[in-house]
């Protein structure tokens, strides 16, 4: 049986990876053959030199996706120049961290219109064009643990990933039909920029750590084997679901 986790000749398109998760991804996703596009508002010199390294080709949209404004341009840009477009990870996303009773209207839009609206429109975009290709195709949110849990402090983060749960299951069943394959990633505490001040702080670093199983933060090589099933034919039965990575947290 030929390796069903083989992404050879296959085009992806990873947000938010110069750094951490969406790096970790992009070359996972090159180690298993694909040629990758990476989108966001920093050049990721550093995943393009990877990816590379590996024998595939990178290719780069620099794009602020505070707004959905242009996605459509991203996916016809990647299409034209890598070839085509067969999966979608939609990675970039930030947190916004206050007292509920004090959240501004301002930490609310901008965690959303990053986490879900942007998401939300550019699956629409790479949808279209999977379908109008006539192949399918596989796109991956990533999620979180408070795509099951309530956290402290994030409310527009906790919307956000409750909402990425949900549109991953609507959209999984709207495009199943039509070759594509919709899941989700809910990574657990992993060692990236966004988890920054947790780690910094002594007492939730410790908080943390005494709770995961595996003794230990995340590291972005541990996405590899997950977003890899996701985007390759291995997963192409899984529809809908949201994959804890999570070192045990959740089952505690
Ligand atoms: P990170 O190191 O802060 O990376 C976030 C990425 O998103 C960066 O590439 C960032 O670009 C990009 N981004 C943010 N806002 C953007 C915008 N307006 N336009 C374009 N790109 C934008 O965080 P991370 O931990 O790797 O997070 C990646 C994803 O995993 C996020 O969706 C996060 O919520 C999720 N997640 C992380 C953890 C964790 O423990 N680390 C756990 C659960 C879920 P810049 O460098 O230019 O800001």
């Known amino acids: 049986m030929a390796n069903p986790f083989d992404l050879t000749g296959k085009v992806a398109l ?3 990876a110069n750094t951490g998760l969406g790096q970790g991804m992009a070359v996972a996703l090159a180690e298993a053959g694909a040629d990758v596009c990476l989108v966001g508002r920093s050049a990721p010199d ?5 990816i590379e390294a590996l024998g595939r080709r990178a290719h780069v949209i620099l794009a602020d996706l505070c707004s959905a404004d242009g996605v459509g341009a991203i996916v016809a840009e990647t299409v034209s120049a890598l070839g085509g477009i ?3 990870v939609n990675n970039a996303g930030i947190i916004k961290r206050n007292d509920s009773i004090d959240f501004t209207f301002d930490e609310w839009d901008a965690v959303m219109n990053v986490n879900l609206r942007t998401l939300f429109f550019l699956s629409q975009a790479a949808a279209r064009e999977m ?3 006539g192949k399918g195709g596989k796109i991956v949110n990533i ?10 402090r994030v409310p527009s983060y906790t919307a956000s990933k409750s909402g990425v749960a949900g549109l991953t ?3 999984a069943n709207e495009w199943a039909g039509h070759g594509i394959n919709v899941n989700a990633i809910a990574p657990g505490y992993f060692a990236t920029n966004n988890t920054a001040a947790l780690q910094a702080d002594e007492t939730r670093n410790t908080e943390i ?3 995961i199983p595996a003794g230990r933060w995340g590291d972005p090589s541990d996405l590899g084997g997950a977003i890899v099933f996701l985007a390759s034919r291995a997963s192409d039965y899984v529809q809908g679901i949201t994959l804890p990575v999570d070192g045990g947290w959740l089952a505690r």
């Open 143 to 152: 999620a979180s643990m408070l795509s099951f849990q309530g956290g402290i």
């Open 209 to 211: 750590l005494g709770r």
């Open 131 to 133: 379908m109008k290709s």
């Open 46 to 50: 550093e995943t393009v030199a990877k």
């Open 86 to 88: 067969d999966i979608l």
């Open 169 to 171: 299951k609507i959209l």
């Open 14 to 16: 990873v947000t938010g």
